[in-house]
């Protein structure tokens, strides 16, 4: 396949970036997305250009460090997948590919089109987990949990965190990621506990890192690479109300 | 320096551990927070460890190269953990968990430490359910078990085919819950370049900040290694593409002892390789071998038609396809331990009857477990590693059979450590696949999860206590230190040296390269004269490097090259290594097959006269051979018998 | 966190926004129902437009409806300022926009919420011009007599007005649009509000679907009927 690829080159987060076109021969349909990236670079550095950042790391599709905005959808034109397993027997022989950087400000590109995404950390810090300590819980079996939970707990947990549902909401929201995790956690007896804290706290730091709001167009959904569902997001908007009306009189 | 003194507590096996506890010295909690520790890595091993630490009240700073610490290439880890919980009813004990270990590592690990693993094995379920892992449970409500290689007993707990996520997720989870209180510092995008000692201890580390290029320098009372493995020196392996070896070569070359550098594993159910632009293999769950079933066509003619593209593999009858598997093994069949399995695969297909384009791949089989279980059970089990493979292979594993390969994926070598923990470098840790402990010379499958898990969790914040109960006196030493200065002018030299080649050469043509080498002659089979061979081969290759390897950009800023050139330099050093060690084992254990040392039956012999003992190599200075230090294996409590899984 | 001032997380601003927006719904219902009233002709018990009048002049003195006037005004306001700054947050939430953007899959309306909205504000200022503001402040209606008693006649200001094709015109384009935001507006408030069942959510995307036709599609009737019937 030949491939004309317009590519967002950005230095560094200060420098002001731009599109630059390459066009890259010969590349077979079986070859990943990254590795056609792979490619083009070998034959940068062999130009002595500087090869094209972006990030990577597992390539298969669970690690969440790939990210690229290909062609107007992030992850690119396969459902379900992340950019690493995306394959080139998606594209046809000729076509223009143009590859952005995630685009949202709680994530500033760093160089080319690698994004800073550690807004996303922050929001888990503020308290996307059950506070135990290593050491004095009670046996696993001592918590039965109904099978239909653990398996929607589970359906939520399988966020990877790559950041494709902020770059592909219109309102760069982050609630689809912020839902899941608030989700697998209120789901589970062990969760509970702590839910109402949880879930303000969440969505308190979500807000204040700059994130847009969510506005239901559940273009989230449709590119989640883990096919995480906006009930989750029902679910989170659920439990803060929940919480804003029955909670404590005031959170720390 | 009295080398190699495991520190192994006395006592009966089962006592052992309850007996260190019982005596070590612990530190008072006012004295804790006086106390610097630095976690290089935030895998199960690191973010376990450095989310522990703090919860006890010790100041930590968390080193990762990733841009977030959930992206631990722990993640990947599909199947399950182990522990010895015997929910199932069917036999399990601590002692069955520790003796298959023992036996799956070919007796080459040491009892005390693998006796410890089975024993908080059950804890680290406690505590991932705790946490809010999403374990696969039952209609009851109780936890699911599932059986895998090399055990008799369904002990594997797991989490759909992302056990490895959820227990990262988990342990991210009270790392990141440590970050917000403040108690861990954490730094994400930073590079170990070299460990800093002082008075013969480990004082702290210089960093890279990948962003930025700047070097860093960082005080430690302790450092914790938990850098993972270095499978990567293959160049195509199941590891991500940021794993590397670096953090543990810089601490070899600071003095400590490498233990079993040859150790390394084969998974035996990868995806094929397809093609040379291909950067990375793709591991598909030993879990799948719990229901399909492994195969080649019996008859050679029928498996040249089918690398032709002639045939297809549903359209071999029954009787003329070799399960070889179950042929060999009745016992085990497909579930012989991973190091037997691919050894297997790879009989086959050097023999003529592999299968696919390129001849180097068998079949993994689902056609039965469909007809008995139905395609909903078998799809409710491997949805999502069946929908991996689709989107790979691009072809469809519920009605034609997937086809798999050996890969590299996981390093039983690593750091030497005591029973603590330490690494011959006072003050140094390491944890997880960084070390060499617990596996010997072959790792059962679900158990990479718990020696993660068990080092970070309940291992290391004991012993590491016990080190520092006696440092609470020592000052936090100002980062102008002269040992400092030395290292991060060390370190600064070595990028200028890289820098400075500006050959022709790309650092990934080098990986390749070097990739090949290793995987031909230190790879799934090796001998005496292959070993040698490679050893020229890998020295042409570093003396090339240092001439002709081509960094593009500028050391400010974000380099993605020279983080590469810096790693492959290091493979090119390690690869070397593996060979020295490959060499001097003289026999066939685990995932080391010396082709001179087999059975009859082409099953791997070992020489327990000669080489029950832990090899342990001391850095002599570059080009130098290393000297090679043995750490005897004295098994007081299990038999050791040739492993049989017939 | 940083809770200075009038801080709302964005949750409390999405409940308002959908309680707000269900509640415009409800009234547009109560709208349609008085409006279609001015389509009976006379009969031999009541005129032409008398149940409108008696209705509108019910709506415009009765003491609880002006009560509940002043919370419609607040709906609507609330509405429309929480639309925009939600809005505007959201622009700011991506501050450098893709050169190539969203080609992914979402509910067709769903992306111009504002859009539509805005269109239905313009056209609520002009509508409140043509009918509201004249019954109410210019009072250059004419009355009109059932029973003995005196009403504005603003059946009649109905009728005037839609005799303008283009005036007709003008209501029925509007009108679509305002289906567009019915569409993606009511079923999105059971998501907004935590409402949402997997067995139910179809249903209610369905009624979801019906809302935003029969609406439109009821206020459509009236200039239509007055344009093309003999009124």
């Known amino acids: 396949m030949n491939l004309t690829l317009k590519i967002w080159r950005q230095k560094d987060a200060k420098a002001k970036g731009k599109f630059v076109t390459y066009k890259i021969n010969d590349i077979s349909p079986d070859c990943s997305f990254l590795e056609m990236l792979d490619i083009l670079n070998e034959q940068l550095v062999e130009k002595d250009e500087e090869p094209v950042a972006f990030d990577h790391d597992c390539r298969e599709g669970i690690c969440g460090t790939c990210s690229l905005y290909i062609n107007g959808r992030p992850h690119g034109p396969d459902e379900a997948v992340t950019t690493c397993q995306l394959h080139m027997r998606k594209f046809k022989d000729g076509d223009t590919i143009v590859i952005e950087p995630w685009r949202a400000k709680p994530f500033p590109v760093i160089k080319d089109l690698i994004v800073d995404r550690y807004a996303f950390d922050k929001i888990i810090q503020a308290g996307g987990y059950i506070s135990v300590n290593t050491g004095g819980v009670p046996d696993a079996n001592a918590i039965p949990v109904p099978k239909e939970k653990a398996d929607l707990s589970m359906d939520a947990a399988s966020c990877i965190g790559c950041g494709a549902c902020v770059a592909a909401c219109k309102n760069a929201s982050a609630m689809l990621f912020v839902s899941a995790k608030v989700s697998q956690l209120a789901l589970l007896p062990q969760g509970k506990t702590e839910a109402k804290r949880r879930v303000q706290k969440m969505v308190a730091k979500m807000d204040e890192l700059g994130f847009g709001n969510c506005t239901n167009t559940y273009a989230c959904e449709a590119e989640c690479p883990k096919e995480i569902s906006v009930e989750n997001i029902a679910r989170m908007n659920r439990e803060f109300l929940g919480a804003k009306i029955g909670g404590n009189k005031k959170e720390k | ?646 | 966190m940083a809770r200075t001032g009038f801080y709302q997380s964005s949750l409390t601003k999405k409940y308002v926004m959908a309680l707000a927006g269900l509640f415009l719904i409800t009234f547009l219902f109560v709208h349609l129902g008085i409006n279609l009233l001015v389509l009976c002709k006379g009969s031999a018990n009541y005129e032409a437009r008398e149940l409108f009048n008696i209705a509108a002049h019910f709506m415009g003195t009765n003491v609880l409806i002006k009560i509940f006037e002043v919370v419609l005004f607040g709906g609507f306001i609330i509405h429309i300022i929480y639309g925009f700054v939600l809005q505007i947050q959201n622009w700011m939430a991506r501050p450098k926009r893709y050169k190539k953007e969203n080609f992914s899959f979402t509910s067709p309306f769903s992306k111009f919420m504002i859009h539509t909205g805005i269109i239905i504000f313009i056209f609520l200022i002009i509508h409140l011009f043509d009918f509201y503001f004249k019954a109410k402040i210019y009072g250059d209606v004419k009355e009109v007599i059932y029973d003995g008693k005196h009403y504005h006649d603003l059946g009649l200001l109905v009728i005037d007005k839609f005799q303008h094709l283009g005036f007709v015109i003008f209501y029925v384009v509007i009108l679509i649009f305002l289906g567009f935001h019915l569409h993606h507006a009511f079923q999105s408030v059971f998501q907004s509000l935590g409402l949402n069942h997997p067995r139910y959510m179809p249903v209610l995307k369905t009624i979801s679907l019906i809302i935003s036709i029969i609406l439109p599609l009821g206020f459509m009737i009236i200039p239509l009927v007055i344009y093309f019937g003999n009124y």
Not at chain 2, 243 to 269: D, E, M, V, W
Not at chain 2, 331 to 348: I, Q, Y
């Open chain 2, 1 to 646: 320096m009295t080398k190699l003194n495991s520190k192994t507590p006395e006592g009966p096996l089962a006592e052992k551990w309850r007996n260190y506890r019982s005596n070590q010295n612990l530190v008072n909690p006012a004295n804790k927070r006086k106390l610097d520790i630095i976690v290089i890595g935030t895998g199960l091993a690191g973010a376990a460890a450095a989310a522990s630490f703090a919860e006890l009240g010790f100041n930590v700073k968390v080193f990762c190269i990733q841009d977030s610490p959930r992206r631990a290439h722990s993640i990947a880890a599909q199947g399950g953990i182990n522990a010895a919980k015997n929910y199932p009813n069917d036999g399990d004990s601590i002692y069955r968990l520790f003796y298959d270990t023992i036996k799956g590592g070919d007796y080459r690990a040491r009892e005390a430490n693998v006796y410890r693993l089975a024993e908080v094995s059950n804890n680290i379920i406690d505590q991932c359910v705790a946490q809010g892992v999403p374990f696969a449970r039952e209609y009851g409500g109780l936890l699911d078990n599932r059986s895998f290689g090399g055990a008799l007993v369904s002990r594997t707990f797991y989490a759909r085919g992302q056990t490895g996520q959820q227990l990262l997720l988990g342990a991210y989870g009270a790392l990141s819950k440590e970050i917000e209180k403040g108690s861990v510092e954490m730094y994400t995008r930073h590079e170990m370049q070299d460990i800093v000692i002082i008075e013969d201890r480990a004082r702290g580390i210089i960093a890279r900040n990948i962003i930025t290029g700047e070097l860093e320098r960082h005080f430690g009372h302790a450092v914790v290694l938990a850098t993972g493995g270095y499978g990567n020196v293959f160049f195509l392996s199941t590891n991500a593409m940021n794993s590397n070896g670096s953090a543990i070569f810089r601490a070899y070359k600071k003095g400590a002892l490498f233990g079993n550098p040859c150790f390394t594993q084969i998974h035996p159910t990868c995806i094929p390789v397809h093609g040379d632009y291909q950067s990375k293999l793709t591991l598909m769950s030993e879990s799948l071998r719990n229901d399909g079933r492994i195969w080649v066509p019996k008859n050679k003619e029928d498996a040249e038609k089918i690398q032709k593209g002639e045939l297809k593999p549903t359209e071999i009858a029954e009787e003329d396809r070799d399960y070889y598997l179950e042929r060999r093994y009745p016992a085990f069949g497909n579930l012989v331990p991973r190091d037997v399995a691919s050894r297997a695969a790879k009989e086959r297909c050097d023999a003529g009857y592999g299968v696919g384009p390129t001849g180097l791949a068998v079949y993994l089989d689902f056609e039965d477990a469909i007809n008995r279980l139905g395609r909903d059970a078998i799809e409710a089990k491997y949805g999502n590693l069946f929908q991996m493979y689709e989107k790979i292979v691009d072809e469809d594993p519920y009605t034609t059979p997937m086809m798999i390969y050996p890969a590299v994926h996981y390093t039983m070598g690593g750091l030497w450590v005591d029973y603590e923990l330490q690494t011959t470098i006072t003050g140094l840790f390491a944890a997880g696949e960084a070390n060499f402990s617990d596996h010997g010379a072959n790792r059962l499958g679900a158990s990479a999860l718990m020696q993660g898990l068990s080092d970070g969790y309940f291992v290391i914040p004991y012993t590491m206590q016990n080190y520092l109960a006696d440092q609470i006196g020592v000052k936090r030493i100002s980062t102008d230190h002269e040992a400092f200065e030395k290292a991060e002018k060390e370190s600064q030299e070595r990028i200028d040296r890289i820098m400075a080649v500006k050959g022709k050469t790309s650092v990934d043509t080098f990986h390749k390269k070097l990739g090949l080498i290793v995987w031909e002659y230190i790879g799934m089979s090796r001998n005496k004269e292959g070993l040698e061979k490679a050893i020229g081969m890998i020295r042409e290759i570093r003396e090339e490097f240092w001439k002709d390897v081509k960094i593009t950009g500028d050391i400010t800023g974000m380099n993605t090259e020279l983080e590469k050139g810096l790693r492959v330099a290091d493979y090119i050093d390690l690869a070397e290594l593996m060979a020295y060690d490959a060499l001097q084992r003289e026999e066939s254990c685990g995932g080391h097959f010396r082709e001179e040392y087999q059975t009859g039956e082409g099953e791997a012999l070992r020489n327990d006269k000669e080489f029950t003992y832990v090899s342990a190599w001391e850095y002599k200075g570059d080009g130098e051979k290393p000297e090679l230090h043995k750490e005897d294996l004295n098994f007081e409590f299990v038999e050791v018998k040739q492993r049989s899984y017939k």
